[in-house]
């Protein structure tokens, strides 16, 4: 009991804080900086939900006719737009035709090489260490 009450004072008295936000500098774009959202068990739950509605249809798509083809290429391009509108919370450093750069306003017209990026850097911070996938 003496252990549980010496880390519940450390606690207390560290007065940790976790920040729910990753700032990252844009190695596409030198000079902007965007913000990624670290994942929790609940959001690693629904963002894995609605990426699986997207998903599910394209492993039967992909071995299809071109057209098929052409939906699941489709199908991938809308899972990597949710995975910027749902992991992306602000930018900085980037002007989009003259306006302050948004999420929807960087999907709608903006580099699509930055877009990339973001998504790859959202993919390697959502993956499981071999540990972490050991203990699920």
Same mark, same amino acid.
């Given at each position: ?5 010496? /880390?519940?004072?450390?606690?207390? @008295? ?8 990753? /700032?990252?500098e844009s190695e596409t774009l030198p000079g902007v900086e965007f913000s990624l959202r670290k994942i929790s068990l609940a959001q690693r739950i629904e963002l894995s939900s609605r990426v699986r509605e997207l998903t599910l249809r ?5 071995? #299809?006719?071109?057209?098929? &083809? ?9 899972? &990597?737009?949710?995975? @910027? &509108? /749902?992991? @992306?919370?602000?930018?900085? #450093?980037?002007?989009?035709? #003259? ?8 999907? !709608?017209? #903006?580099?699509?090489?930055?877009? &990339? !990026? ?19």
């Amino acid at each position: 009991m003496k252990f549980l009450s010496r /880390w519940l004072k450390s606690d207390t @008295v560290a007065g940790r804080n976790y920040e729910s936000l990753l /700032w990252l500098e844009s190695e596409t774009l030198p000079g902007v900086e965007f913000s990624l959202r670290k994942i929790s068990l609940a959001q690693r739950i629904e963002l894995s939900s609605r990426v699986r509605e997207l998903t599910l249809r394209n492993e039967f798509l992909r071995s #299809g006719e071109p057209r098929d &083809q052409l939906e699941a290429c489709i199908a991938d391009l809308l899972v &990597q737009k949710l995975y @910027v &509108q /749902w992991a @992306v919370v602000d930018l900085k #450093g980037l002007r989009i035709d #003259g306006q302050q750069a948004t999420v929807e306003l960087l999907l !709608e017209r #903006g580099p699509e090489a930055l877009v &990339q !990026e973001m998504v790859d850097a959202i993919h390697s911070h959502l993956e499981l260490s071999d540990a972490e996938r050991k203990n699920f």
